[in-house]
């Protein structure tokens, strides 16, 4: 048994800000849950002499991230550095000289989790990683541990904080695109590269891990359909509106068929679906599970103290670990090593959904039908249509057609789309947005359970 436990913290920013606040805010409560104190040994950063609004003793920082990994006291290594080089090194020496780990980093494990992972099981050590996924919501304790005996068959949801304030500020404030996202970057929820944030890319690494514990298979990055909310328009947002949806930017993964489905795009979600009122920099990811039915996680998804308290989970969870004389008793990726298999993930092309196309066209004879009929040598069924009436005396923008149809091949959504794109009368590319809704069982009617 220790008399403490000695962490060592790479990258101190917005993050590992928020871990020395709660460490030190908390210390009794952590000793009360612990049985020892849980402390930062040492903090090592590029920069050490910018001001923190948390102050540290000065002898415990350095710019040198091998005195952390090489220091025989320190027991867990903390790496907040985020990005791929130079963390995944610093994470992989951290293992290879006994070190159990916590990180943050969500790029880092969708594109070398096997490889970090791997290293663990050989050296026997924990890597604990809740603060990957959700910000402070326990989703990857929840998967690994709540739901160890769940046959999951769907796992979806807003796992992306920056991108949903920003929707939710141009839905409900009419802001514009990149005032709301500057102001996010200020407030830190988006990443050092905010384009991750908004190409959907940041959602793709959080499925990436979710879909790899819930189904015991690798589930590579570049495999994930990705869409961020970089093409969404205000014009959208108020014809979803009209039509009872709201626009939500979803993370999907399910499992049928010995198959994964793994997609992340802007989607229409009706508005009283309670993905739908998921505001601001809240994220909120959906379980469904065979035995227990459907459960909802929501809390804030990014932000220094929410992800610190996630960080912080993790390092008491592996201090007590420590202190039991046990470790990886609870296998890193949910399933024993030898058990996980790989699993193909289904291309976009193959999933069925409805479908919102928008369409600016001449506004002239025959234009409805032409798009019905193509639509409808394609299988796709119409369900509703919204055209905008004329404005002023000119029709040299066209008018605006917008359609929902009912359930539908992706694959015969894009031939119609190529073949309707191509004709003299549509002025510009049509604008696709996939369509979520629930049926009868409360599962999401996309989502074959
Ligand atoms: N940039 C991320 C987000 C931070 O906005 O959700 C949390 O992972």
Redo the contacts with the bound molecule.
Sequence with gaps: MKDRIRVGLIGFGTVGTGVVRILSKEKDLITRRLGVPLTIAQIADRDITRKRDIAVPPDILTTDPQRLIQNPDIDIILELMGGIEPARDFILNAIYNKKHVVT?N?ALLAAHGEEIFDAACKENVDVGFEA??G?GIPIIRAIKEGFSGENISAVFGI?????N?ILTQMSEKGREFLDVLKE?QTLG???ADPT??VSGG?SAH?LAILATLAYGTPVPIEEIYTEGIDHVTPLDITFAETLGYKIKLLAIAKHFDGKIEARVHPTMIPKEEMLAQVNG?F?AIYIIGESVGESLFYGR??GSMP?GSAVVSDLIDIARNIQNGTNTRVPHLAYLPKTRTRLPICPITAIDSSYYLRFRVGDRPGVLSEISGVLGRHNISIASVIQEGRKGSSSGDGVLLVMMTHQAKEADIQAALSRINQSPFVFEPAVLIRVEEKNNNGLTRNIRT
């Design positions: 943050a969500k990957s996924v910000g796992v992306n904080g920056t991108s304030y996010a929820y988006a990443e991750l944030d940041d959080k920099v994220n998804g990014a992800t």
